[in-house]
């Protein structure tokens, strides 16, 4: 799966109608990660891999500067 996709079933699962008017606290760990990918037989590598290579359009050659451009688009 590619970090797009991983983006959004990340969003879906802490911004949705149970968190209507809530505060939302975001964190991430294993446990959360296996279930958002389970559906589609995602696993936390696949997770770590997917954020390694960035969004399709991140054209930086290093971790941060792939994150960089993925927070400024």
């Not at 991983?6 to 939302?24: A, P, S, Y």
């Not at 296996?34 to 995602?42: D, L, N, S, V, Y």
């Not at 290579?53 to 930086?60: D, F, I, Q, T």
Request: glycine letters at 8%.
């Amino acid at each position: 799966m590619d970090y797009l996709k991983w983006n959004n079933l990340l969003v879906k699962h802490f911004f949705n109608r149970l968190m209507v008017g809530r505060e939302v606290l975001l964190y991430v760990n294993e446990k959360v990660i296996e279930a958002a990918g389970e559906p589609f037989g995602a696993k936390i590598s696949d997770f770590i891999e997917s954020v390694k290579k960035g969004p399709g359009w991140a054209k930086g050659s290093r971790l941060c500067q792939k994150a960089y451009e993925a927070y400024t688009n």
